[in-house]
């Protein structure tokens, strides 16, 4: 990394970024109402001691208030949403009294209105759409939305014929398949999302005509398939570039996600796998599974909150420890004095050159009970059994835990190296030559312009990084494998110390007894969890930044 | 008198904690290096195949390099697999990501902050759970088991449209005025595109490409759902790690490492190439989230 990047890295972002933070030294926090509120004056009044008391309080004090805004927001969101449909529906009643002819033989006949009124090609698209969904719904659709409620009547039928041959008898078994519960399902989901489509175009047909009336009311001419056409490169731009990937993002993730939210209120799972043993709809009952403490038979709520603790600690060090000792590590190379910078970064960086795979691969072998390591230092005469790195389930599995977390440390430093190296060059140099005037010593420095500047403007990114670790598979998938194995929960789809809850969630999709409800409904308490942490301290931060603020 | 001898004492005081931190630098350097060090001297071991407690090898030789691409071994194919995935996601992602992030961050239409609201609400599911229904449709198309490598590409490409936030943030720095100007004088919005912009994105054009190229290589979750347990759909992190099994370690071991020499070789020095492009992405693309 040369200099020149770096400095310009800082032109781009420095002005904004650092007035904002001065303002935000200058005024206490906001969102502070259930407590005293102190005014700057005040607020520069207090001790040092009181300072920091009042800003831990308020902190706190304002998790209350954000977990209301939070469901408040929900609310109104959904209130919302139904007064949107209310205007809606009134908007199609109104154009339709109001309409011309052709008008109203567009709500029957889509895009007749437009082809009538000479914009053939839009005209044209609007009944080509509605073809299309009439014959689907008819050849296909309807079948498959009416076996939807109940996911199939019949699975896989055997059948024993008796064949007598040459004397002998024998019974020869055949299967004979019947319905299909993920196909029903699978299908079912793609009929809803096309029936919305088709109620959305059926909508923007309607308003098309209502438009189309009232610029020819006013004289003025309507455009044409060419100005449509050309439109597309330039006003309307942006939707040709944004059509392939929101196609794909809508595909691939947005009805997956929708389809595995619904198998999680069946039962999906080994032993009702939708072809031999069709799956039916199930209510909340992998909900109560998971959340409701079992006594008898495989205890989840107990895994789950094991499982849940641990992936919070777990987020925290690994967040936390990579954030300061990357902090740190930046700071040394930074350093005025210090040579051989480029050195020094080149040789972290191999980490992330290095697909994490290898290192991570290499790494666990290096402390397996019969790795490297153990089996240097039983060599040297220094141990007499080898340590169990990632087979000692004592005190929970301390041990592993801790590893763990250290050799995340060893795969992250570089990444937030780099980070806090940009954002360091970024700190106003004034700041600190006032301070040296000022007789300030270097951890003062430190303490009161670098780390506050540092946490000011990463504050999103250690949510981010937060959320990620919670969901970091990789390194616990590869390192350990969920390693050492937890007896207290066995049966839990071998449930081990060190799982988070996305290794949890593939090892029971992966297994040879797969849950796949379980899994969805660990899936949609994962994204609970992070969508609340988020929306809560994202509410709370200070240095949520208007997004213009960069523009 | 008196400020001249603070002024040494300062002196000295930085001196000595200059050559602390180079020491530190040093202990951090080695531990940084250690585990690539031995990887690559058990590559080169031949006396035997398993783990062993010393580093360096008795006798040196390229017996697992040969073994890597003996008749049978698989290795040829995974990595062959793994770089087709590569260059396919790394030029059909670029594309996905600059057009989403380029929209984003120029284009105001009525939809866009609901959008990207939606877009970081889904972020926040874990997209491993979409592995069942994609494996079973995939299966269904064909496109699993030997046949993996098309699946994944379009499993990668297709919902690479969310990552759009470093990209975004590199053309939220690009000057409104250069569009508007070249609006101005009749440029249409894709001409700007082509004329204006693109010339000077091209590092967040490479930063996308290094990036979407590396990820392929360490992909394991998906690649190892997608190929289930047939050795020919394999990329090289489900292979390589297949060798690690119990029941595999014994005599693959040392093997393993050659493999995983192999990959990171070109792939690392690929990275270091390029990294003051990757460096520029991950600083700024941090800051403005």
């Known amino acids: 990394m040369t200099p020149a990047i770096l400095l310009k890295i800082k032109g781009k972002m420095g002005g904004q970024t650092a007035r904002k933070f001065r303002q935000g030294l200058s005024s206490p926090q906001k969102g502070v109402e259930s407590m005293k509120k102190y005014s700057d004056l005040e607020f520069l009044r207090l001790s040092k001691w009181q300072k920091f008391v009042y800003k831990f309080l308020s902190f706190f004090v304002a998790i209350p208030k954000a977990i209301l805004n939070f469901f408040v927001g929900i609310g109104k969101g959904i209130a919302k949403f139904f007064a949107g449909i209310g205007r809606e529906l009134a908007d199609v009643v109104t154009t339709f009294v109001k309409g011309d002819w052709k008008t109203k033989v567009s709500y029957v006949i889509m895009g007749f209105g437009s082809i009538a009124r000479g914009q053939v090609l839009r005209g044209l698209m609007f009944l080509l759409f509605e073809v299309v969904f009439i014959v689907y719904m008819i050849t296909t659709g309807g079948y498959w939305l009416s076996m939807l409620p109940s996911l199939g009547h019949q699975g896989r039928e055997t059948i024993v014929e008796t064949v007598t041959k040459f004397g002998r008898t024998t019974e020869i078994e055949t299967f004979q398949y019947h319905d299909n519960s993920f196909k029903i399902l699978l299908y079912g989901v793609l009929t809803i999302f096309f029936i919305v489509a088709f109620i959305y175009t059926w909508r923007v047909n309607i308003k098309q005509n209502k438009t189309a009336e009232k610029i020819l009311k006013s004289g003025k001419k309507l455009k044409s398939g060419k100005d449509d056409l050309r439109s597309l490169v330039d006003d309307n731009f942006h939707r040709t570039l944004l059509a392939l990937p929101l196609t794909g993002i809508l595909v691939f993730t947005v009805m997956p996600l929708f389809f595995m939210i619904l198998v999680a209120f069946t039962n999906y799972d080994y032993q009702h796998d939708g072809l031999i043993n069709l799956f039916s709809w199930n209510g909340l009952n992998g909900f109560k599974q998971m959340l409701t403490w079992s006594s008898g038979g495989v205890n989840y709520s107990a895994a789950f909150g094991e499982i849940l603790t641990w992936t919070l600690i777990w987020a925290f060090f690994a967040t936390f420890t990579n954030y300061f000792l990357g902090m740190f590590v930046a700071m040394m190379i930074n350093k005025k004095g210090i040579r051989l910078k480029k050195l020094w970064r080149t040789i972290l960086i191999l980490t992330i050159a290095i697909p994490q795979f290898i290192s991570l691969l290499y790494v666990s072998k290096m402390f397996s009970d019969n790795g490297l390591i153990n089996l240097a230092l039983l060599d040297m005469g220094w141990i007499t059994k080898p340590i169990g790195f990632w087979s000692d389930p004592a005190n929970g599995a301390i041990l592993s835990k801790i590893m763990v977390i250290i050799i995340n440390i060893w795969i992250g430093i570089p990444y937030l190296m780099l980070v806090a190296t940009g954002i360091l060059m970024n700190i106003p140099a004034d700041l600190y030559e006032s301070a040296k005037i000022d007789g300030a010593s270097g951890w003062k420095q430190f303490s009161k312009i670098t780390l506050p500047y540092m946490l000011f403007i990463t504050g999103p990114y250690l949510l981010t990084q937060f959320t990620g670790n919670m969901n970091n598979f990789n390194v616990i998938y590869l390192l350990t494998g969920g390693a050492p194995t937890n007896a207290k929960l066995s049966g839990a789809s071998a449930v081990g110390h060190t799982d988070l809850l996305i290794t949890w969630l593939f090892k029971m999709i992966n297994g040879t007894e797969p849950k796949y409800y379980l899994a969805s409904v660990v899936g949609i308490l994962v994204f609970i969890v992070v969508a609340v942490i988020s929306l809560v301290v994202y509410g709370i931060l200070p240095s949520v930044k208007n997004e213009e603020d960069f523009q | ?289």
């Not at chain 2, 002196?11 to 290096?33: E, F, G, K």
């Not at chain 2, 105001?108 to 609901?114: C, E, G, L, V």
């Not at chain 2, 970081?120 to 993996?148: C, H, Q, R, W």
Request: with cysteine; hydrophobic share 50%; aromatic share 14%.
């Open chain 2, 1 to 289: 008198m008196n400020n001249e001898k603070r002024h040494m004492g300062m002196r000295t005081l930085n001196a000595v904690s200059n050559t602390t931190i180079h020491i530190l630098l040093v202990i951090i350097s080695i531990i940084w290096i250690i585990p690539f060090f031995c990887i690559v001297m058990q590559s080169f071991r031949v006396e035997s195949t398993h783990m062993v407690s010393y580093v360096i090898p008795h006798t040196w030789g390229l017996d697992n390099y040969k073994n890597l691409f003996a008749e049978g071994s698989f290795y040829p194919k995974w990595y062959l697999n793994t770089f087709i995935i590569a260059i396919f996601v790394a030029v059909l992602q670029t594309l996905i990501v600059l057009c989403m992030s380029y929209t984003l961050s120029r284009f105001r239409f009525k939809i866009r902050t609901k959008l990207m609201r939606f877009m970081l609400i889904l972020g926040m599911f874990p997209g491993m759970l979409t592995l069942i229904i994609l494996y079973n449709v995939l299966k269904d198309l064909g496109l699993t088991e030997a046949n993996s490598v098309p699946g994944l590409i379009l499993v990668y490409v297709a919902s690479s449209g969310m990552g759009y936030y470093v990209s975004k943030g590199f053309f939220d720095t690009i000057p409104k005025s250069l569009d508007e100007a070249a609006r101005v004088d009749g440029a249409t919005r894709a001409q700007v595109l082509y004329k204006i912009i693109m010339p000077l994105a091209k590092p967040i054009v490479i930063y996308t490409i290094l990036t979407a190229f590396m990820a392929p290589w360490g992909d394991y979750v998906f690649a190892q759902y997608v190929a289930h347990l047939v050795p020919d759909g394999y990329n090289v992190a489900v292979g390589l790690n297949s060798w690690l099994s119990l029941d595999q370690i014994a005599n693959n071991y040392t093997k393993f490492c050659a493999g995983g020499v192999l990959v990171a070789l070109p792939v690392g020095i690929l990275f270091m190439c390029l990294q003051k492009y990757y460096v520029e992405g991950v600083t700024g693309g941090a800051v403005k989230g």
